[in-house]
């Protein structure tokens, strides 16, 4: 068992994709693990009651991570459930894909106010309680996307890139309170966006990647699992990026 055992972490979009991989593996290394969720209420149960088998507790609690106020009640739901909060993992992110010519006003804000604002408010929701326990790991899931641009995706690339903007900025402010503020950038991975490509577009896809694959979802979580354990504890305002080799 990590060090992480007797830790509490609150995953945001942790009911599917790479949420749900960073919610099972921080479980499996003896944390326990508070999941949010938008709208999938059965995906969100499932990945609760696959952590119970792992002797870690487990909670999902539904909530827009758009919405100041929903952090707020999730913050003080898990502060009065655990009593402290040590990890939070901003991961709850949305696309909604279009040339700008075409993108739509609600496009770009929706993109906005779920990926970017989201993790404002989720970090403003917690941040005063680690700087008072004088301990915190904060991991926020951008995109390569934020770093080298993507057509369709300006909407996408300015949240993800303001991600990284937002984690180095706060990690300079907190580093004194024992507090390290990350961004793990992850390249393609195997989610159900990437399950609708076609062979088409996956061989299109494996030829720009140098390891010839995309990654698992589990491969990006096991880098949070380190960020988030007390290996990490000089590592701060840094971009880890999980790619295989694409921007290399």
Same mark, same amino acid.
């Given at each position: 068992?990590?060090?992480?055992?007797?830790?509490?972490?609150?995953?945001t979009g942790g009911s599917r994709g790479i949420g749900r991989a960073i919610a099972k593996v921080l479980a499996l290394s003896g944390c326990s693990v508070v999941i949010t969720y938008k709208s999938s209420v059965q995906q969100a149960q499932e990945v609760v $009651?696959? /952590?119970?088998?792992?002797?870690?507790?487990?909670?999902?609690?539904?909530?827009? !991570?758009? %919405?100041?106020?929903?952090?707020?009640?999730?913050?003080?739901?898990?502060?009065?459930?655990?009593?402290?909060? $040590? /990890?939070?993992?901003?991961?709850?992110?949305?696309? %909604? $894909?279009?040339? #700008?010519? %075409?993108?739509?006003?609600? $496009?770009?804000?929706?993109?906005?106010?779920?990926? #970017?604002?989201?993790?404002?408010?989720?970090?403003?929701?917690?941040?005063?309680?680690?700087?008072?326990?004088?301990?915190?790991?904060? /991991?926020? /899931?951008? !995109?390569? *996307?934020?770093?080298? +641009?993507?057509?369709?995706?300006?909407?996408?690339?300015?949240?993800?890139?303001?991600?990284?903007?937002?984690?180095?900025?706060?990690?300079?402010?907190?580093?004194?309170?024992?507090?390290?503020?990350?961004?793990?950038? &992850?390249?393609?991975?195997?989610?159900?966006?990437?399950?609708?490509?076609?062979?088409?577009?996956?061989? %299109?896809?494996?030829?720009?990647? &140098?390891?010839?694959?995309?990654?698992? &979802?589990?491969?990006?979580?096991?880098?949070?699992?380190?960020?988030? !354990?007390?290996? !990490?504890?000089?590592?701060?305002?840094? *971009?880890?990026?999980?790619?295989? +080799?694409?921007?290399?």
């Amino acid at each position: 068992m990590s060090d992480l055992k007797g830790k509490v972490a609150i995953v945001t979009g942790g009911s599917r994709g790479i949420g749900r991989a960073i919610a099972k593996v921080l479980a499996l290394s003896g944390c326990s693990v508070v999941i949010t969720y938008k709208s999938s209420v059965q995906q969100a149960q499932e990945v609760v $009651d696959e /952590i119970s088998k792992f002797d870690s507790k487990a909670m999902a609690i539904q909530a827009d !991570s758009a %919405r100041f106020e929903d952090a707020q009640r999730v913050v003080d739901e898990v502060l009065k459930n655990f009593g402290k909060i $040590d /990890i939070l993992i901003n991961n709850a992110g949305i696309t %909604r $894909d279009n040339l #700008l010519l %075409r993108m739509s006003e609600s $496009d770009w804000d929706d993109v906005i106010e779920t990926n #970017l604002k989201g993790v404002f408010n989720f970090t403003k929701a917690v941040i005063k309680h680690m700087i008072s326990q004088r301990y915190g790991k904060i /991991i926020n /899931i951008a !995109s390569v *996307v934020g770093l080298i +641009g993507n057509p369709g995706q300006a909407n996408y690339a300015a949240s993800k890139a303001g991600i990284i903007g937002f984690t180095k900025a706060l990690a300079k402010e907190v580093a004194s309170r024992n507090i390290q503020v990350n961004v793990v950038a &992850p390249g393609y991975v195997e989610t159900e966006m990437t399950e609708k490509l076609n062979e088409e577009q996956k061989k %299109r896809l494996f030829e720009m990647i &140098p390891a010839k694959r995309i990654a698992k &979802p589990e491969e990006i979580a096991y880098v949070v699992k380190f960020l988030a !354990s007390s290996e !990490s504890d000089y590592i701060t305002g840094q *971009v880890i990026v999980v790619d295989g +080799g694409l921007t290399a």
